[in-house]
Nanobody, 110 residues
């Protein structure tokens, strides 16, 4: 059973940075890992993904500001978020093979 636990959220001023981590356990396939987010009153949206090849995909509005990476030895996927904006506020979720974490809150004050 895949379990994902996100950490690293918090309150930050606009222009600041946060580093989110997701510990993945029980997964036999970590070839595709992703981060999603859900802002208040909005649908959950894709933010970033990383594949076993090392290739990555990003939501257009976070390109150049967010970086996804993974540490295979620690079964962890990381989302480094820089130059944060108020519109980045939301709950950030880790995803792997149809399983979701409980999310971590990111709040960016303007």
């Amino acid at each position: 059973q895949v379990q994902l636990v996100e950490t690293g959220g918090g309150l930050v001023e606009a222009g600041g940075s946060l580093r989110l981590s997701c510990l993945v356990t029980g997964s036999s396939d970590m070839s595709h890992l992703a981060w999603y987010r859900q802002a208040p009153g909005k649908r959950r949206e894709f933010v970033a993904a990383i594949f076993s090849s090392g290739s990555t995909n990003y939501l257009d509005v976070v390109k150049g500001r967010f970086t996804i990476s993974k540490d295979n030895a620690r079964n962890t996927v990381v989302l480094q978020m820089n130059s944060l904006k108020s519109e980045d506020t939301g709950v950030y979720y880790c995803w792997n093979k149809g399983a979701w974490g409980h999310g971590t809150q990111v709040t960016v004050s303007s």
